[in-house]
């Protein structure tokens, strides 16, 4: 066996064990360390090709992007990771599709039917993960607006426009020469990535990010064929198969089709309460306290179950938080982190910032553990969630979440929501739990309060 089949075979196996890895928090650490060897190795091992002529542009190419990913490493804060994820999805999807742009220039004149059709197929997926990902990137961080942009015949127009490129792809495999078709395809699927996710609501990122991953693996996939290289078939089918998966399990968690993700709009945006600011949250029937009062319900609590959300992302108060419990731990009352799949805007963005906080995994559980354990908490403490805990999604069929799974807050003996406003999440629908007996608001940034009512606990009870 060659030097550079031993490289892959050793990489593929790293790349298994650390997607087997990533499947536990306890574990997700070495997952991470062990694909990150295992990508080292499969570049170590293709500077051994022999086709090589020269390593002056793959050592250019390695500098550059060492220079460029440690600032991105160093300064994005984690609440910005979901952008980071997207960004990075657009990357590797243009660099695929430049790829296959360059060896249809360079053969085109050359090709045979199957080629032509690997290349056409890896730019058009390639291409519109480019574009979809660099929407997705801009919804999260607030460039375009959150909600689904629509209008009537939408569905009507992409799936048109997804025919089309289809035909064209169907063509250009009995003309391989015609670069006409093949440019115009490119520039089809360049639009439809932008069509694609216009449509869908910030709420589905976490879905949408998932789908996109699966699509870059499968990207890599089929350059991996146009290059005859094994790694890069083993990778994209690894990354495509479990981008896959977590598509599915995303869908489940919020109830939904793929379908439904990629072509319907989620709720609507238009239905948002007149009461944005903290100041009128007197005019609205919710019970409402301050951090100082709000401390006070933890004086008698045993148990506490804490559920984070976009806003506590938003506020970066993950910190403020693990302080707080911190102080709760030690006046000897039991906490608990309760994790919904699709909190926040990425797979595992609640996970990823409890972490980062210092926060033991031991104390997430996930929503099917700790939902029978929300009657027996004194004290459920949301921080920045809003649809995942939205009572509507069992009880009122005419919700656009009716049927989507959520945390049991609103069985507790009491709720405590610290929110900024009385704004909708991003289904773009009111909160039923807010209006419950059992429920009061803490209408401030939600680090200011966690900071407050840890810094309550200096002078003890």
């Not at 430049?98 to 390639?126: F, H, K, P």
């Not at 391989?176 to 910030?202: E, H, K, M, Q, R």
Request: aromatic share 10%; proline share 4%.
């Amino acid at each position: 066996m060659s030097i550079i089949q031993s490289c892959y075979l050793l990489s593929a196996v790293l790349f298994i064990l650390g997607i087997k890895f990533l499947s536990s928090p306890e574990t997700a650490r070495r997952g991470m360390h062990l694909a990150l060897f295992g990508m080292i190795i499969a570049i170590v091992g293709t500077l051994f090709n022999a086709e090589i002529v020269t390593y002056f542009w793959i050592i250019g190419g390695l500098v550059l992007g060492t220079l460029l990913s440690l600032p991105i490493s160093l300064w994005v804060p984690m609440t910005k990771i979901p952008q980071r994820i997207a960004l990075s999805h657009a990357g590797g999807a243009l660099a695929a599709s430049l790829i296959g742009i360059a060896e249809y220039y360079r053969y085109s004149a050359s090709l045979d039917s199957m080629n032509a059709g690997i290349i056409g197929a890896e730019v058009l997926l390639g291409s519109l993960t480019f574009t979809g990902s660099l929407m997705v990137a801009a919804k999260l961080h607030g460039i375009l607006p959150a909600r689904p942009i629509t209008y009537k015949g939408q569905n009507f127009v992409n799936l048109t426009l997804f025919a089309l490129m289809l035909g064209l792809l169907l063509y250009l495999i009995l003309n391989p020469a015609l670069n006409t078709t093949f440019y115009t395809i490119l520039g089809l699927s360049l639009l439809f990535g932008v069509f694609l996710v216009t449509p869908i609501g910030a709420a589905d990122m976490p879905v949408v990010i998932a789908i996109f991953n699966a699509y870059g693996g499968l990207v890599s996939a089929i350059m991996g064929f146009m290059l005859a290289n094994r790694i890069q078939i083993i990778t994209g089918a690894l990354d495509g198969a479990s981008g896959f998966i977590l598509s599915m399990l995303m869908c489940k968690a919020m109830n939904r089709s793929i379908g439904n993700v990629l072509l319907g709009a989620f709720g609507k945006t238009e239905a948002s309460t007149q009461n944005n600011q903290a100041g009128g949250a007197q005019d609205v029937p919710v019970k409402s306290l301050t951090a100082e009062e709000a401390l006070a319900f933890f004086e008698q609590a045993k148990s506490v179950i804490v559920v984070p959300g976009y806003g506590m992302a938003a506020s970066q108060a993950h910190h403020a938080l693990r302080e707080f419990v911190d102080k709760l731990k030690s006046k000897n009352i039991n906490v608990k982190y309760a994790i919904h799949p699709v909190a926040g805007r990425m797979p595992g963005h609640m996970n990823v910032l409890l972490a980062e906080a210092n926060v033991p995994y031991t104390d997430l559980y996930d929503m099917d553990d700790i939902n029978p354990e929300f009657p027996h908490a004194d004290i459920a403490l949301v921080v920045g969630a809003n649809d995942v805990t939205n009572p509507a999604a069992r009880l009122v069929k005419s919700s656009p979440i009716y049927g989507m799974p959520i945390l049991d807050v609103d069985k507790a003996k009491k709720v405590l929501v610290c929110k900024r406003s009385m704004n909708p999440g991003f289904s773009g629908i009111e909160n039923d739990l807010y209006l419950q007996e059992n429920t009061w608001l803490i209408f401030d940034d939600a680090k200011a309060t966690l900071s407050k009512m840890a810094y309550g606990f200096k002078g003890g009870w």
